[in-house]
């Protein structure tokens, strides 16, 4: 009747299964390549992140650029509507 839920993952690896990873990348790769291949990740994730932080940057700027240009129309409606109200009443 009751039926627990299982998680897919039970956790991070500790110490046996870290062993294991290593061993294995050991065997794949050799103990020669592992810190070619570690500096190489390092420096993908180093542009990844700073792709990311420009593209935020281009967002922000453009959010500011937007609404600096709702602001601009807002003072364009008012200054307009200003006028307007004045001439009318320069007529009456």
């Given at each position: 009747?009751?039926?627990?839920?299982?998680?897919?993952?039970?956790?991070?690896?500790?110490?046996?299964?870290?062993?294991?990873?290593?061993?294995?990348?050991?065997?794949?790769?050799?103990?020669?390549k592992?810190?070619?291949?570690?500096?190489?990740?390092?420096?993908?994730?180093?542009?990844?992140?700073?792709?990311?932080?420009?593209?935020?940057?281009?967002?922000?700027?453009?959010?500011?650029?937007?609404?600096?240009?709702?602001?601009?129309?807002?003072?364009?409606?008012?200054?307009?509507?200003?006028?307007?109200?004045?001439e009318t009443?320069?007529?009456?």
């Open positions: 009747m009751y039926d627990p839920i299982v998680p897919l993952f039970p956790g991070l690896p500790g110490g046996p299964e870290l062993l294991i990873v290593l061993f294995v990348l050991v065997l794949l790769f050799g103990a020669n592992i810190p070619k291949l570690a500096r190489s990740t390092g420096q993908a994730m180093g542009e990844f992140k700073r792709g990311r932080e420009e593209i935020e940057e281009e967002l922000q700027e453009g959010a500011e650029e937007s609404s600096s240009e709702t602001s601009t129309a807002e003072t364009t409606e008012t200054s307009t509507a200003d006028t307007s109200t004045a009443e320069k007529t009456s």
